[in-house]
């Protein structure tokens, strides 16, 4: 399964990117890019003209990708790319959440120590960040992300909960 944009944006210190991944257009070109085949295969897949959805894909001679496109192209690609820069652009995170079937308890238990562990790396990462008593751009896109991603474990974890014991209710389960 492919990591977040959040996941890879945040691993360690900020990483170079070619695109600003939490922008719609640099999110599309990431997936678009770090596909097999790359764009050529895209195009092929969206039966389009591969001059064409360069056009597109680089804003060129008036043209652009479509938001039903975008969507697409996500889901060819089995990323969240596209749905996360829409969630940041709006000021929020988006949580995709995992099939309700397959979830059981121990997921749980891994999901809250996931959110445990990031808001652990945020506090750490703003303590670093105001040592110096200044906070920089960088600094504020690290915490920014760091936020994101906590909030959106602690998001997922409830979800799971909700539903898994949702489910032990229809069936009888014991919660112990």
Request: with cysteine.
């Amino acid at each position: 399964m492919q990591p977040s944009v959040l996941q890879r944006f945040t691993k360690g210190q900020i990483m170079a990117r070619e695109h600003n991944p939490l922008s719609t257009n640099g999110a599309i070109l990431n997936m678009v890019n770090e596909f097999q085949g790359g764009r050529a295969a895209i195009a092929a897949m969206l039966v389009v003209d591969p001059i064409r959805f360069k056009n597109q894909l680089h804003e060129q001679k008036g043209m652009r990708i479509s938001t039903e496109t975008a969507l697409t192209i996500q889901e060819f690609t089995g990323r969240t790319d596209f749905a996360e820069a829409v969630a940041h652009q709006s000021g929020g995170v988006f949580v995709k959440m995992p099939e309700h079937d397959n979830l059981v308890r121990a997921d749980i238990h891994e999901t809250f120590t996931e959110t445990t562990k990031n808001i652990g790396l945020l506090i750490q990462e703003f303590l670093e960040a105001i040592k110096d008593g200044e906070l920089d751009e960088i600094e504020h896109r690290r915490l920014e992300a760091r936020k994101d991603k906590a909030c959106s474990n602690l998001a997922l974890a409830i979800h799971m909960i909700v539903e898994v014991y949702r489910r032990m209710q229809s069936t009888g389960e014991s919660h112990g």
